[in-house]
């Protein structure tokens, strides 16, 4: 391609610039052959003239265009050149805020100076298992190639971080590190990733310092390596150390610091356990004031040494080990603050024995004062005869000093080097390693020395490996795709390596200048003139003698000799060393017996702790004076650098390369000199270079054809060969066949053709654009003119039409005018008519009413003629027919009175028979032997008590009935007096009675009075809720002005408190969660202990046990009750009396507490008073029956109390009574009984030849059933009776012992209430009447049971009259009680009086306070006092159940008991043999098992059962199953049982799950069967709130004897750990799928569009052929899970929540890869997004799960794909994405729209004034620091109550499930 093709008009260029570095200029003309220069145009509109040399190819870089600006990779741009690089990092870092660009295999990363959002755990897991070109350039990127290729390739690994002093390597080595940590974390508990990270506070604390560069610079390298084992599992690290910068000890340049430990040991010396370091503040001290800064802003010396020390401790070191350290650290400190004295020779010097720093250095380092005081200041020189001491000059014995404080240093370094990888060593085997190299950059400085010289060296190397391996990567991408390879020139750094380290190299003529005895640095910078002159990398400066330049492959370096020598020799004299070794600390002294020369040896930290190697003399030992280390400082770089290339070599280097953007630590400000200078230092554009060199632009057949299939033509498309079509068209394209290669897979092509393929696609599009815009405008003309011509005719219509219409309106007015008169003249004619005819009506009328009436009045006579007649007629014939009537009755008795007699003579005849009363007998024994058995089963169940009670009654009415009868008898017979006895006794009843009735009618004149009194009280409540509504209407015209404001803060509260549950249940399950994980985590290390510990003879010990033994001893039975008051006071005593001063509620409660037990004891001590009363007016009248019977009554008011305690006594009384009552009935049958037989007898003797009638017999036999009958109702009556009567004499001799309780309650026994006196009196008619009615029964009563009735009667008499006088009492207490209350209403109404007569007086403000504080305490008292009533209830409801249970379980106990000894008795008196037939009974819902068959159960139920054997069942059977079991062991109340039925139950399934931890099928049946469990142990527990929905056979299949409420709570976290497992199964199946099918799957088939890509689209982490999924992969895995938890029965609202937390993943990895993807942020995606969630939500319709909130949690998602296809350029638009987005984050919103990047030239980029102006209008947004979602967040889970429609007896259990041993109850 021509020159005159690329530069053409409107062509953009690059032009060097001196400040900008390059500039932007475009062609105003186009260039033609041999012009000289090229007219430009400016971005400042100047014009330049550019002269340019097209022979010597000296012409301005093309400039990529504006679709390519931005990338993620700088190798994708189609122009490979500095400008380019340096405006892609410039946009990406300015406009976008992106730190990170690849450039091919490097990383480059620019020091933003300021913390970003992106280092979090759900970034760092966001990018884990991602391809490195997928996803945003990012550090966590690289080192998840680094992880993947290590896991797939099995080859070790190394990331290489490099840059200036400042550019961030530490910040990025870090991350790196805190990545491998978090996502290889250690499999066991050693925390292995966690010392990791702590090993790096301690080196920045002992190896960084503060530079003019950097605040937290490293003076040293480092090589981390990390180790894995074959699940890639981090077991332990390995750290090597370069070059430790010892001359910063002694010495800092202006405004910098020494090492932070120093600052931080000065800054934590207060503290007590550093008092013996004798340290103050750092500018007292030499060596740590040097640099004249000793602070760092924003860093706090004391906190980072804190975390310095935890680092410490948690790598092992001991605490004594810490304080030696600390030691040496203020020794050195000390050491550097000597003073020292030259003497006036000059040739020596001295120390002051005060001094206290000297001491000081000697006391911490534990070593005589004396020798060092003396070798600081003398020297031993030894020669072959002789040994002399020589004293020291004032400069030798400074450097001396220095020397040895360096060299202290240096050997303390090493030591904590060591330390640390002794930590951090594992004793596992390693299979695979990460290294990190942490190393200087590449370095120049103004002056520059021996330091420097070694870090350019070092960085020479890496640049030569680095060199080689990008060709090499080059070379086998060119061999994988078949093209033919051709050699690329690449810079080659060795000449430069060989200057340095080969023979007579600059390093090896320094070692042997050192060797010299008077060697010095200009000697030796004349050897390097002499030898090195020629060499093309060394020059000799003009001006300096002193100085050389080696010519570097980023820069000329010249340094600068003076020092080499000293700084490479790194002397230290024997004499001190040796003073050290005899230190008294042992850790003082090991750190210089590793040397294992006698001569000091000069450490650098990573002789020993990296390469391993030592070096030793191959001569005999030999004590040489003045000496330095046998082996240089150069020298052991230079070893140990060739270590490191050896293992970078020999592993996968991945490349970071740090850059600083600006040198004054500016956020976000961009210097091009300073990026330039570092991007030629780091070989950035080396890597570009070696790219432009070859074939950069690398596109698949697939992507090329889809972004140039708009060059194509019809006729090539019709072939279906992509590859052959994309030939065709290069070919047709592109002339030149150099400038593209066909590779197998890819399209290779030179730099700069994509942008003319760019150039070419943009004309095409641009041809068609013109093309569309020539027809839209000529249609829009066609549609004007036509809009125009159908105007006109319209126009023209509509006047026609207004002539038209006026026309017609004067017409119609004309015709309207006529009608008019027509009507007018007819109406005048039709009301004289009316007229007329109306008077004509009413004359008519008046005359016909006249004779009708007339009429009436005739037929109105005549009717009542009719009925009088009638009447009399009808009262004569009754007359009449009742004459006839009495005389018939008269001879009808007559008659009867004549047949009875007969009848009865006939029945006396047949009574005194033989036969009959041989049957009699007969039946007479059946009856005896009947009535036995009522005596034996007097105790059996509720329904034969009651018949007895019934037949009972009934006796009783008979005996009644014969009693009379007797007594009528006995009137015939006895004498008059006995008549007037009874008469009189009559007498006396009857005037009791009247005493009664007019104590009544007192009782009503006292309810009368009552009634006025409640009158009044009403009265008073009127006039005090007049006063309340005054009070009220006030209250409430104050609330108006404040309802607004009270019902917002409302519903915020309402929210707020909505949003702490939601938070509250959340935490909680979390909790549960991570106790699961805990748990399975102390399984896995038992298992390992184990495992470990097994041998062949395997024994079982404790660990072979369930370790769920201990989590579910539960207790079967909950039995906790708490007082209302107890507990106030309780939980005062329990949280101190300071803090239950806070509680206001507490407070209140225990004040109104005490006000009521003060009105307690007043009422108690006027009643004690009255009692005192009453008893000296019973002394001193006396103790008549009325005043005992009311005694009495009071008694019994009293013993109302005792609740519990009287009916337990009651109940006592009433079984002896009716054990003594039943035992006198049975005497009194068999005397009967035997009476009976004897008159039978004797009536058969007399009448033996008489026959009596069969009819006479049966008559006989019913009447005897009746009476016995009548006797047993009666003599129930009697007993209740008694009862009762003992009872309140019980009850009255019980109130003289014992207080009375006032607020208790009492009843009868087998009665709720006292039986009122109407009621008695009205028993008593009744049994009167029943007398009179019945007939003689005399034969019957010969044991005497009249006078049994009388005394009962009387005594029933004494009853009535005691329950009146009673109620008399209770009148009198109630009135009082009203009393009271009208004084207290009085007392209360004066109160508020008098308040709001205050209140009056008081301003408007103070009203409404005074009012408000006023309600608060009103509506505060009422919130007690409800409380403390529901508390009380609650309180009383436990206790009733509690003795519900109690008394229920008695009962079972005694009818089983009653049961066993009824069976024993009836087998004893059995005397033959009987076959007894069992009837069959139905199925109860309880399975019976033995004990030892419950390892069986849930081996075959729960172990051992898989879902699929139950397909056809009942869903959730095994819930039913066990619910069922554990129902008879709560029949057979086994507590036992149930406990270990229901913990085997839980540990079962907890091993399933473990086993199936990746099942989701598996997890869902147990998680459905373990919610149904949970809704059975509910819904069958006998909890009215569970049972509303229970039908009366389901109530019947309630537990009786246990509470399962905390085995309930097991089973619910068991099911939230189910949940939250099924809820990770299925994100692990689903996860793998989002981000192809949402993001990357084309729904829209054509819709997206390919850009260029770069290297990494072609990273080795990338396997060819992965799976890419689409929309409809993710619809049939959710329509499996849907149909998976449908058909095992789980409920509809868990899996609701399935749904909403399956969906919110969704949204939460799509929005993450959206966030963290610039490919992905575009137009085209917004609509496939949108596309993908509508298919979503029509899927959740579908399925009827919209219901869910899933929709709700793909609101952010949806927001975002909106976002990307809003408009973004006016300030509108910014409005309507603010007001759009608010579910969208601030960050998140910025971030998209930084991302977000144009297909195509004719899309607009987002400016970077829109971007600030939604910054400026979302600035009022409190929104998360967070970027990116959680995408592990989950949501509560909540387990609605669905209890089950099923009874437990319709259960039919399957053959499939071996559980025959189960048998039905």
Same mark, same amino acid.
């Given at each position: 391609?021509?020159?005159?093709?690329?530069?053409?008009?409107?062509?953009?260029?690059?032009?060097?610039?001196?400040?900008?570095?390059?500039?932007?200029?475009?062609?105003?003309?186009?260039?033609?052959?041999?012009?000289?220069?090229?007219?430009?145009?400016?971005?400042?509109?100047?014009?330049?003239?550019?002269?340019?040399?097209?022979?010597?190819?000296?012409?301005?870089?093309?400039?990529?265009?504006?679709?390519?600006?931005?990338?993620?990779?700088?190798?994708?741009?189609?122009?490979?050149?500095?400008?380019?690089?340096?405006?892609?990092?410039?946009?990406?870092?300015?406009?976008?805020?992106?730190?990170?660009?690849?450039?091919?295999?490097?990383?480059?990363?620019?020091?933003?100076?300021?913390?970003?959002?992106?280092?979090?755990?759900?970034?760092?897991?966001?990018?884990?298992?991602?391809?490195?070109?997928?996803?945003?350039?990012?550090?966590?990127?690289?080192?998840?190639?680094?992880? $993947?290729?290590?896991?797939?390739?099995?080859?070790?690994?190394?990331?290489?971080?490099?840059?200036?002093?400042? !550019?961030?390597?530490?910040?990025?080595?870090?991350?790196?590190?805190?990545?491998?940590?978090?996502?290889?974390?250690?499999?066991?508990?050693?925390?292995?990733?966690?010392?990791?990270?702590?090993?790096?506070?301690?080196?920045?604390?002992?190896?960084?310092?503060?530079?003019?560069?950097?605040?937290?610079?490293?003076?040293?390298?480092?090589?981390?390596?990390?180790?894995?084992?074959?699940?890639?599992?981090?077991?332990?690290?390995?750290?090597?150390?370069?070059?430790?910068?010892?001359?910063?000890? =002694?010495?800092?340049?202006?405004?910098?610091? *020494?090492?932070?430990?120093?600052?931080?040991?000065?800054?934590?010396?207060?503290?007590?356990?550093?008092?013996?370091?004798?340290?103050?503040?750092?500018?007292?001290?030499?060596?740590?004031?040097?640099?004249?800064?000793?602070?760092?802003?924003?860093?706090?010396?004391?906190?980072?040494?804190?975390?310095?020390?935890?680092?410490?401790?948690?790598?092992?070191?001991?605490?004594?080990?810490?304080?030696?350290?600390?030691?040496?650290?203020?020794?050195?400190?000390?050491?550097?603050?000597?003073?020292?004295?030259?003497?006036?020779?000059?040739?020596?010097?001295?120390?002051?024995?005060?001094?206290?720093?000297?001491?000081?250095?000697?006391?911490?380092?534990?070593?005589?004062?004396?020798?060092?005081?003396?070798?600081?200041?003398?020297?031993?020189?030894?020669?072959?005869?002789?040994?002399?001491?020589?004293?020291?000059?004032?400069?030798?014995?400074?450097?001396?000093?220095?020397?040895?404080?360096?060299?202290?240093?240096?050997?303390?370094?090493?030591?904590?080097?060591?330390?640390?990888?002794?930590?951090?060593?594992?004793?596992?085997?390693?299979?695979?390693?990460?290294?990190?190299?942490?190393?200087?950059?590449?370095?120049?400085?103004?002056?520059?020395?021996?330091?420097?010289?070694?870090?350019?060296?070092?960085?020479?190397?890496?640049?030569?490996?680095?060199?080689?391996?990008?060709?090499?990567?080059?070379?086998?991408?060119?061999?994988?795709?078949?093209?033919?390879?051709?050699?690329?020139?690449?810079?080659?750094?060795?000449?430069?390596?060989?200057?340095?380290?080969?023979?007579?190299?600059?390093?090896?003529?320094?070692?042997?200048?050192?060797?010299?005895?008077?060697?010095?640095?200009?000697?030796?910078?004349?050897?390097?003139?002499?030898?090195?002159?020629?060499?093309?990398?060394?020059?000799?400066?003009?001006?300096?003698?002193?100085?050389?330049?080696?010519?570097?492959?980023?820069?000329?370096?010249?340094?600068?000799?003076?020092?080499?020598?000293?700084?490479?020799?790194?002397?230290?004299?024997?004499?001190?060393?040796?003073?050290?070794?005899?230190?008294?600390?042992?850790? +003082?002294?090991?750190?210089?017996?590793?040397?294992?020369?006698?001569?000091?040896?000069?450490?650098?930290?990573?002789?020993?702790?990296?390469?391993?190697?030592?070096?030793?003399?191959?001569?005999?030992?030999?004590?040489?004076?003045?000496?330095?280390?046998?082996?240089?400082?150069?020298?052991?770089?230079?070893?140990?650098?060739?270590?490191?290339?050896?293992?970078?070599?020999?592993?996968?280097?991945?490349?970071?390369?740090?850059?600083?953007?600006?040198?004054?630590?500016?956020?976000?400000?961009?210097?091009?000199?300073?990026?330039?200078?570092?991007?030629?230092?780091?070989?950035?554009?080396?890597?570009?270079?070696?790219?432009?060199?070859?074939?950069?632009?690398?596109?698949?057949?697939?992507?090329?054809?889809?972004?140039?299939?708009?060059?194509?033509?019809?006729?090539?498309?019709?072939?279906?060969?992509?590859?052959?079509?994309?030939?065709?068209?290069?070919?047709?394209?592109?002339?030149?066949?150099?400038?593209?290669?066909?590779?197998?897979?890819?399209?290779?092509?030179?730099?700069?053709?994509?942008?003319?393929?760019?150039?070419?696609?943009?004309?095409?599009?641009?041809?068609?654009?013109?093309?569309?815009?020539?027809?839209?405008?000529?249609?829009?003309?066609?549609?004007?003119?036509?809009?125009?011509?159908?105007?006109?005719?319209?126009?023209?219509?509509?006047?026609?039409?207004?002539?038209?219409?006026?026309?017609?309106?004067?017409?119609?007015?004309?015709?309207?005018?006529? +009608?008019?008169?027509?009507?007018?003249?007819?109406?005048?004619?039709?009301?004289?008519?009316?007229?007329?005819?109306?008077?004509?009506?009413?004359?008519?009328?008046?005359?016909?009413?006249?004779?009708?009436?007339?009429?009436?009045?005739?037929?109105?006579?005549?009717?009542?003629?009719? @009925?009088?007649?009638?009447?009399?007629?009808?009262?004569?014939?009754?007359?009449?027919?009742?004459?006839?009537?009495? !005389?018939?009755?008269?001879?009808?008795?007559?008659?009867?009175?004549?047949?009875?007699?007969?009848?009865?003579?006939?029945?006396?005849?047949?009574?005194?028979?033989?036969?009959?009363?041989?049957?009699?007998?007969?039946?007479?024994?059946?009856?005896?032997?009947?009535?036995?058995?009522?005596?034996?089963?007097?105790?059996?169940?509720?329904?034969?008590?009651?018949?007895?009670?019934?037949?009972?009654?009934?006796?009783?009415?008979?005996?009644?009935?014969?009693?009379?009868?007797?007594?009528?008898?006995?009137?015939?017979?006895?004498?008059?007096?006995?008549?007037?006895?009874?008469?009189?006794?009559?007498?006396?009843?009857?005037?009791?009675?009247?005493?009664?009735?007019?104590?009544?009618?007192?009782?009503?004149?006292?309810?009368?009075?009552?009634? &006025?009194?409640?009158?009044?009280?009403?009265?008073?409540?009127?006039?005090?809720?007049?006063?309340?509504?005054?009070? &009220?209407?006030?209250?409430?015209?104050?609330?108006?002005?404040?309802?607004?404001?009270?019902?917002?803060?409302?519903?915020?509260?309402?929210?707020?408190?909505?949003?702490?549950?939601?938070?509250?249940?959340?935490?909680?399950?979390?909790?549960?969660?991570?106790?699961?994980?805990?748990?399975?985590?102390?399984? *896995?290390?038992?298992?390992?202990?184990?495992?470990?510990?097994?041998?062949?003879?395997?024994?079982?010990?404790?660990?072979?046990?369930?370790?769920?033994?201990?989590?579910?001893?539960?207790?079967?039975?909950?039995?906790?009750?708490?007082?209302?008051?107890?507990?106030?006071?309780?939980? +005062?005593?329990?949280?101190?009396?300071?803090?239950?001063?806070?509680?206001?509620?507490?407070?209140?409660?225990?004040?109104?507490?005490?006000? &009521?037990?003060?009105?307690?004891?007043?009422?108690?001590?006027?009643?004690?008073?009255?009692?005192?009363?009453?008893?000296?007016?019973?002394?001193?009248?006396?103790?008549?029956?009325?005043?005992?019977? %009311?005694?009495?009554?009071?008694?019994?008011?009293?013993?109302?109390?005792?609740?519990?305690?009287?009916?337990?006594?009651?109940?006592?009384?009433?079984?002896?009574? $009716?054990?003594?009552?039943?035992?006198?009935?049975?005497?009194?049958?068999?005397?009967?009984?035997?009476?009976?037989?004897?008159?039978?007898?004797?009536?058969?003797?007399?009448?033996?030849?008489?026959?009596?009638?069969?009819?006479?017999?049966?008559?006989?036999?019913?009447?005897?059933?009746?009476?016995?009958?009548?006797?047993?109702?009666?003599?129930?009556?009697?007993?209740?009776?008694?009862?009762?009567?003992?009872?309140?004499?019980?009850?009255?001799?019980?109130?003289?012992?014992?207080?009375?309780? @006032?607020?208790?309650?009492?009843?009868?026994?087998?009665?709720?209430?006292?039986?009122?006196?109407?009621?008695?009196?009205?028993?008593?008619?009744?049994?009167?009447?029943? *007398?009179?009615?019945?007939?003689?029964?005399?034969?019957?009563?010969?044991?005497?049971?009249?006078?049994?009735?009388?005394?009962?009667?009387? /005594?029933?008499?004494?009853?009535?009259? !005691?329950?009146?006088?009673?109620?008399?009492?209770?009148?009198?207490?109630?009135?009082?009680?009203?009393?009271?209350?009208?004084?207290?209403?009085?007392?209360?109404?004066?109160? /508020?009086?008098?308040?709001?007569?205050?209140?009056?007086?008081?301003?408007?403000?103070?009203?409404?306070?005074?009012? =408000?504080?006023?309600?608060?305490?009103?509506?505060?008292?009422?919130?007690?006092?409800? $409380?403390?009533?529901?508390?009380?209830?609650?309180?009383?409801?436990?206790?009733?159940?509690? /003795?519900?249970?109690?008394?229920?379980?008695?009962?079972?106990?005694?009818?089983? !008991?009653?049961?066993?000894?009824?069976?024993?008795?009836?087998?004893?008196?059995?005397?033959?043999?009987?076959?007894?037939?069992?009837?069959? $009974?139905?199925?109860?819902?309880?399975?019976?098992?033995?004990?030892?068959?419950?390892?069986?159960?849930?081996?075959?139920?729960?172990?051992?059962?898989?879902?699929?054997?139950?397909?056809?069942?009942?869903?959730?059977?095994?819930?039913?199953?066990?619910?069922?079991?554990?129902?008879?062991?709560?029949?057979?109340?086994?507590?036992?049982?149930?406990?270990?039925?229901?913990?085997?139950?839980?540990?079962?399934?907890?091993?399933?799950?473990?086993?199936?931890?990746?099942?989701?099928?598996?997890?869902?049946?147990?998680?459905?069967?373990?919610?149904?469990?949970?809704?059975?142990?509910?819904?069958?527990?006998?909890?009215?709130?569970?049972?509303?929905? *229970?039908?009366?056979? #389901?109530?019947?299949?309630?537990?009786?004897?246990?509470?399962?409420?905390?085995?309930?709570?097991?089973?619910?976290?068991?099911?939230?750990?189910?949940?939250?497992?099924?809820?990770?199964?299925?994100? %692990?199946?689903?996860?793998?799928?989002? =981000?192809?099918?949402?993001?990357?799957?084309?729904?829209?088939?054509?819709?997206?569009? =390919?850009?260029?890509?770069?290297?990494?689209?072609?990273?080795?982490?990338?396997?060819?052929?992965?799976?890419?999924?689409?929309?409809?992969?993710?619809?049939?895995?959710?329509?499996?899970?849907?149909?998976?938890?449908?058909?095992?029965?789980?409920?509809? &609202?868990?899996?609701?929540? +399935?749904?909403?937390?399956?969906?919110?993943?969704?949204?939460?990895?799509?929005?993450?890869?959206?966030?963290?993807?610039?490919?992905?942020?575009?137009?085209?995606?917004?609509?496939?997004?949108?596309?993908?969630?509508?298919?979503?939500?029509?899927?959740?319709?579908?399925?009827?799960?919209?219901?869910?909130?899933?929709?709700?949690?793909?609101?952010?998602?949806?927001?975002?794909?909106?976002?990307?296809?809003?408009?973004?350029?006016?300030?509108?638009?910014?409005?309507?994405?603010?007001?759009?987005?608010?579910?969208?984050?601030?960050?998140?919103?910025?971030?998209?729209?930084?991302?977000?990047?144009?297909?195509?030239?004719?899309?607009?980029?987002?400016?970077?004034?829109? @971007?600030?102006?939604? #910054?400026?209008?979302?600035?009022?947004?409190?929104?998360?620091?967070?970027?990116?979602?959680?995408?592990?967040?989950?949501?509560?889970?909540?387990?609605?109550?669905?209890?089950?429609?099923?009874?437990?007896?319709?259960?039919?259990?399957?053959?499939?499930?071996?559980?025959?041993?189960?048998?039905?109850?």
């Amino acid at each position: 391609m021509s020159y005159s093709e690329l530069y053409s008009r409107y062509t953009r260029v690059w032009i060097p610039d001196p400040d900008e570095v390059w500039r932007s200029a475009e062609l105003t003309k186009d260039y033609k052959e041999g012009d000289k220069s090229l007219q430009l145009r400016l971005e400042d509109d100047t014009i330049r003239e550019y002269p340019i040399d097209v022979q010597a190819n000296q012409v301005p870089f093309l400039r990529n265009p504006d679709i390519l600006v931005g990338e993620n990779d700088l190798t994708a741009l189609s122009h490979l050149h500095e400008p380019a690089v340096l405006h892609n990092l410039k946009v990406r870092f300015l406009e976008s805020n992106h730190i990170y660009t690849y450039c091919g295999i490097v990383l480059v990363a620019i020091n933003p100076y300021e913390q970003l959002p992106i280092y979090g755990q759900d970034v760092i897991y966001a990018y884990s298992g991602q391809n490195m070109g997928d996803m945003d350039p990012h550090i966590f990127a690289v080192a998840e190639e680094a992880y $993947k290729q290590m896991a797939r390739d099995e080859k070790n690994q190394s990331i290489i971080v490099s840059g200036e002093s400042g !550019a961030g390597k530490t910040v990025s080595a870090k991350y790196a590190m805190r990545y491998f940590a978090t996502v290889g974390g250690s499999a066991s508990d050693t925390n292995i990733e966690e010392k990791v990270l702590a090993s790096s506070p301690i080196m920045e604390a002992i190896g960084n310092a503060k530079t003019t560069r950097n605040d937290n610079s490293s003076r040293f390298g480092k090589y981390i390596e990390i180790g894995f084992d074959k699940k890639y599992h981090i077991i332990g690290a390995n750290m090597r150390t370069y070059l430790l910068e010892k001359s910063r000890v =002694v010495f800092q340049a202006e405004d910098e610091r *020494n090492y932070h430990i120093f600052y931080q040991l000065c800054a934590a010396a207060s503290l007590p356990e550093f008092k013996e370091l004798a340290l103050t503040c750092a500018e007292d001290f030499f060596y740590t004031s040097h640099g004249g800064s000793t602070a760092i802003e924003g860093v706090d010396d004391a906190e980072d040494f804190e975390k310095t020390r935890q680092a410490f401790t948690l790598l092992g070191v001991r605490e004594s080990h810490q304080i030696s350290i600390f030691k040496i650290i203020a020794s050195i400190l000390h050491l550097g603050s000597v003073e020292i004295q030259a003497e006036r020779d000059g040739d020596s010097c001295s120390i002051p024995p005060e001094d206290e720093h000297l001491s000081d250095f000697c006391r911490l380092l534990g070593i005589e004062h004396s020798q060092m005081e003396h070798w600081l200041c003398h020297r031993k020189l030894v020669t072959t005869s002789e040994t002399y001491v020589k004293t020291m000059s004032l400069q030798q014995v400074v450097n001396a000093r220095d020397a040895l404080a360096k060299h202290i240093y240096a050997q303390l370094f090493s030591w904590i080097v060591d330390h640390i990888n002794k930590a951090l060593h594992t004793s596992l085997k390693q299979h695979s390693f990460i290294g990190v190299l942490d190393i200087y950059g590449f370095e120049t400085f103004e002056i520059n020395s021996f330091e420097q010289f070694c870090i350019n060296y070092a960085n020479e190397k890496l640049q030569q490996q680095f060199n080689s391996h990008v060709f090499k990567l080059e070379q086998e991408e060119y061999m994988k795709e078949q093209i033919p390879w051709t050699l690329i020139d690449f810079y080659d750094n060795q000449p430069c390596i060989d200057l340095i380290e080969a023979k007579l190299g600059i390093l090896d003529l320094l070692d042997e200048e050192c060797k010299v005895p008077k060697g010095t640095d200009q000697n030796w910078a004349q050897k390097l003139y002499e030898r090195h002159s020629s060499c093309q990398h060394f020059q000799k400066p003009r001006m300096s003698n002193t100085s050389f330049i080696v010519i570097h492959f980023a820069d000329k370096v010249e340094y600068l000799s003076d020092g080499f020598l000293e700084k490479n020799r790194d002397t230290v004299y024997e004499e001190q060393i040796n003073i050290l070794k005899a230190s008294k600390f042992p850790l +003082v002294a090991d750190l210089f017996h590793d040397d294992k020369d006698s001569v000091p040896a000069t450490n650098t930290a990573k002789s020993r702790s990296s390469s391993k190697i030592h070096v030793r003399s191959s001569r005999p030992l030999m004590k040489v004076a003045n000496k330095e280390h046998k082996k240089s400082v150069g020298y052991q770089f230079r070893t140990s650098l060739n270590l490191l290339m050896e293992t970078l070599n020999a592993t996968t280097p991945h490349y970071v390369r740090c850059i600083k953007p600006n040198d004054e630590k500016l956020p976000f400000h961009f210097d091009p000199k300073r990026a330039v200078q570092q991007l030629r230092a780091c070989g950035v554009l080396e890597t570009i270079r070696i790219s432009a060199a070859g074939y950069p632009s690398r596109w698949t057949y697939h992507d090329f054809f889809n972004r140039y299939r708009v060059l194509m033509k019809k006729r090539e498309l019709a072939n279906t060969d992509k590859k052959s079509i994309c030939k065709s068209v290069l070919e047709s394209l592109i002339k030149d066949p150099d400038k593209f290669q066909f590779g197998r897979t890819k399209i290779f092509f030179r730099a700069g053709q994509v942008a003319y393929l760019e150039k070419l696609r943009a004309d095409k599009f641009r041809e068609a654009t013109i093309m569309i815009q020539k027809t839209v405008r000529g249609w829009l003309q066609k549609v004007k003119y036509r809009r125009l011509k159908t105007a006109t005719l319209t126009l023209q219509r509509f006047h026609r039409g207004y002539l038209a219409r006026r026309l017609a309106e004067h017409l119609r007015r004309t015709r309207a005018a006529i +009608v008019f008169q027509k009507q007018y003249r007819m109406q005048r004619a039709r009301l004289a008519y009316r007229r007329v005819c109306s008077a004509a009506v009413i004359i008519q009328s008046f005359t016909r009413a006249m004779f009708v009436r007339r009429n009436y009045r005739q037929v109105l006579r005549e009717h009542k003629a009719a @009925i009088i007649q009638k009447y009399a007629r009808g009262w004569m014939a009754r007359r009449h027919f009742q004459r006839q009537r009495d !005389a018939a009755i008269v001879i009808q008795c007559a008659f009867r009175r004549l047949k009875a007699k007969q009848e009865l003579k006939a029945l006396k005849i047949e009574a005194r028979s033989a036969e009959h009363l041989k049957r009699l007998n007969v039946g007479m024994e059946n009856k005896v032997v009947q009535l036995q058995r009522k005596i034996d089963d007097q105790n059996k169940e509720f329904k034969t008590l009651s018949e007895q009670l019934s037949a009972v009654t009934s006796t009783h009415a008979m005996e009644v009935e014969k009693l009379k009868k007797e007594l009528a008898h006995y009137q015939q017979n006895q004498e008059a007096d006995t008549s007037m006895q009874l008469q009189e006794e009559v007498q006396s009843l009857r005037c009791e009675l009247q005493k009664a009735q007019s104590e009544r009618r007192v009782l009503e004149d006292a309810h009368k009075e009552n009634g &006025e009194l409640r009158k009044r009280v009403a009265d008073l409540e009127h006039e005090n809720a007049l006063l309340k509504d005054e009070k &009220e209407h006030l209250n409430n015209q104050i609330l108006r002005q404040l309802k607004a404001e009270s019902s917002q803060s409302s519903v915020e509260e309402n929210l707020q408190m909505k949003k702490e549950l939601e938070e509250e249940r959340s935490r909680y399950q979390n909790l549960v969660k991570e106790y699961s994980q805990l748990e399975q985590r102390y399984e *896995n290390l038992r298992d390992e202990v184990t495992i470990l510990k097994q041998t062949p003879g395997h024994r079982k010990n404790p660990s072979n046990q369930s370790s769920l033994e201990s989590d579910s001893n539960y207790p079967s039975i909950s039995t906790s009750e708490i007082g209302d008051t107890e507990d106030a006071l309780q939980q +005062v005593e329990d949280i101190g009396v300071e803090k239950a001063a806070m509680d206001m509620t507490v407070f209140l409660k225990l004040q109104k507490r005490v006000r &009521e037990l003060e009105q307690e004891r007043k009422k108690l001590q006027v009643q004690l008073e009255k009692e005192h009363q009453d008893s000296k007016k019973g002394q001193g009248v006396g103790s008549s029956p009325h005043d005992q019977w %009311g005694r009495l009554s009071v008694a019994l008011v009293e013993q109302q109390n005792n609740g519990i305690d009287v009916d337990q006594d009651a109940d006592l009384a009433y079984n002896s009574l $009716k054990r003594q009552e039943l035992e006198s009935e049975n005497k009194k049958l068999k005397n009967d009984l035997n009476e009976l037989r004897k008159a039978v007898a004797d009536q058969a003797m007399q009448d033996n030849s008489t026959h009596s009638s069969p009819d006479s017999y049966s008559l006989l036999l019913n009447q005897l059933k009746l009476a016995n009958e009548e006797l047993e109702v009666r003599k129930e009556e009697v007993l209740i009776l008694r009862t009762q009567i003992v009872n309140a004499d019980q009850r009255r001799l019980a109130g003289k012992a014992t207080e009375p309780n @006032i607020n208790a309650r009492t009843s009868w026994p087998n009665s709720e209430k006292h039986v009122d006196q109407e009621d008695a009196i009205e028993a008593y008619h009744g049994v009167c009447q029943t *007398n009179s009615q019945t007939e003689d029964w005399g034969h019957l009563n010969e044991d005497g049971e009249l006078g049994l009735a009388y005394q009962g009667l009387k /005594q029933v008499a004494r009853l009535l009259e !005691a329950q009146l006088q009673a109620q008399s009492l209770e009148h009198e207490e109630e009135v009082e009680r009203l009393k009271a209350q009208v004084e207290a209403l009085k007392e209360e109404m004066d109160k /508020q009086q008098q308040t709001f007569c205050q209140t009056l007086l008081l301003s408007p403000e103070a009203q409404v306070e005074f009012g =408000v504080q006023q309600e608060i305490s009103r509506l505060t008292n009422e919130n007690l006092d409800f $409380k403390e009533l529901v508390e009380k209830l609650e309180k009383n409801e436990r206790k009733l159940k509690k /003795q519900l249970k109690i008394y229920m379980k008695k009962v079972q106990d005694l009818e089983a !008991a009653q049961a066993l000894a009824q069976s024993d008795r009836r087998h004893h008196e059995l005397t033959r043999q009987v076959t007894v037939q069992r009837k069959e $009974k139905d199925f109860q819902g309880m399975l019976e098992y033995h004990k030892e068959d419950e390892a069986i159960l849930i081996r075959n139920l729960v172990t051992d059962l898989k879902p699929q054997t139950l397909s056809g069942t009942v869903p959730c059977l095994p819930a039913y199953i066990l619910y069922m079991c554990i129902r008879h062991a709560d029949y057979t109340n086994d507590d036992l049982k149930v406990h270990s039925l229901l913990s085997s139950t839980i540990n079962g399934i907890k091993k399933v799950l473990k086993k199936h931890n990746d099942d989701f099928e598996m997890t869902s049946f147990w998680l459905s069967n373990t919610c149904r469990f949970l809704h059975c142990l509910k819904q069958y527990s006998g909890d009215e709130g569970f049972m509303t929905q *229970n039908t009366a056979k #389901q109530n019947e299949h309630c537990l009786k004897n246990f509470d399962l409420t905390e085995y309930r709570q097991v089973l619910s976290d068991l099911s939230i750990q189910i949940y939250q497992q099924l809820i990770k199964i299925a994100e %692990g199946l689903l996860q793998p799928m989002i =981000v192809s099918a949402m993001l990357e799957n084309e729904s829209i088939q054509g819709l997206s569009g =390919v850009r260029p890509t770069g290297y990494r689209k072609r990273s080795s982490s990338m396997v060819d052929g992965e799976n890419s999924y689409c929309l409809e992969a993710i619809i049939r895995q959710m329509n499996s899970f849907h149909t998976v938890m449908c058909d095992q029965g789980l409920d509809p &609202e868990i899996i609701l929540q +399935v749904f909403k937390q399956l969906f919110y993943m969704i949204n939460a990895v799509t929005l993450n890869n959206l966030l963290l993807r610039k490919d992905a942020c575009s137009w085209s995606t917004g609509m496939q997004l949108r596309y993908n969630i509508s298919q979503l939500e029509e899927w959740l319709r579908g399925k009827n799960l919209h219901q869910s909130g899933a929709v709700q949690t793909m609101e952010p998602l949806i927001q975002a794909a909106q976002l990307l296809q809003l408009k973004k350029k006016s300030h509108e638009d910014a409005e309507a994405i603010c007001s759009l987005c608010t579910s969208l984050s601030t960050q998140q919103i910025v971030k998209i729209l930084n991302l977000y990047t144009p297909l195509n030239e004719f899309e607009e980029r987002v400016t970077v004034s829109f @971007i600030r102006t939604i #910054q400026a209008q979302l600035q009022e947004r409190n929104d998360p620091q967070q970027l990116l979602l959680d995408s592990k967040h989950m949501f509560p889970v909540l387990f609605p109550f669905n209890p089950s429609s099923l009874t437990m007896d319709s259960i039919h259990i399957p053959a499939c499930l071996n559980l025959e041993f189960l048998n039905q109850v």
